[in-house]
């Protein structure tokens, strides 16, 4: 089955600087790559997801790249801000509607 | 805006007790999963509907079952609960729309096992 690894699990930045929180899957059938945002106390929220035929995608600040080939998939945060401190997950699925996590990334942004 | 509900913030119960964990969406999303969330284990599938009285098992259904009798409720059992079963629980919906949908999931319900 598939299996997905997340680096690094702790990440801290300064206020401003860019972040990067990368995954590896496994199975070249996963076709689906999104991006979940945890904040304390609260349920995972959608940031950002990628399909296989797209390399990147960008949504203001948050960019996500996939290379197919090596079978991994990035997370770019640019101009951190404080209120980007949270639990970072990425996840993959193949055609079928079930998701396999990372384990997580905690970004902390320092001011 | 798709809202998922679970009925719990916190719940504390004791060993051998049957737990029932309640999770409501209102987008009429044919999907549904529970997950339970432990530090350095990422989210782990439970159990998961893709449909009204369907229900498929995930990596870990052992000690658990679900209900899923209307399309907007599902529910987690724990049989008889043991310290072992305290964890965050997420529930989960999404559409079956064409290819892959992202889930929406709930604020969680924290449960501890005494």
């Known amino acids: 089955g598939e299996n997905v690894e997340q680096h690094p699990s702790t990440l801290s930045v300064q206020e401003g600087d860019s972040a990067v929180i990368k995954c590896t899957y496994s199975?070249?059938?996963?076709?689906?790559f999104p991006w979940y945002k945890q904040e304390l106390g609260k349920g995972p929220q959608l940031i950002i997801d990628?399909?296989?035929?797209?390399g990147e995608k960008k949504d203001q600040r948050i960019a996500v790249t996939l290379n197919k080939t090596a079978k991994h998939f990035s997370l770019h945060i640019t101009e951190t801000q404080p209120e980007d401190s949270a639990v970072y997950f990425c996840a993959a699925s193949d055609y079928g509607q079930n998701f396999v996590f990372g384990p997580g990334t905690r970004l902390s942004v320092l001011p | 805006d798709v809202k998922v509900t679970q009925s719990s913030r916190y719940l504390v119960k004791r060993t051998g007790e049957k737990v029932f964990l309640e999770c409501v969406q209102d987008m009429d999303h044919e999907n549904m999963f529970w997950y339970r969330q432990d530090p350095g284990l990422g989210l782990r599938l439970i159990y998961f509907s893709y449909d009204v009285k369907m229900k498929e098992k995930g990596d870990i259904p052992e000690g658990y079952s679900v209900s899923r009798e209307k399309k907007e409720r599902f529910s987690l059992i724990l049989e008889s609960a043991s310290t072992n079963q305290t964890s965050m629980y997420l529930c989960a919906s999404s559409s079956r729309g064409k290819g892959n949908q992202p889930q929406h999931f709930g604020d969680g319900t924290r449960l501890s096992i005494l």
């Open positions: 990628i399909r296989s035929n797209v």
């Open positions: 199975d070249s059938a996963s076709n689906y």
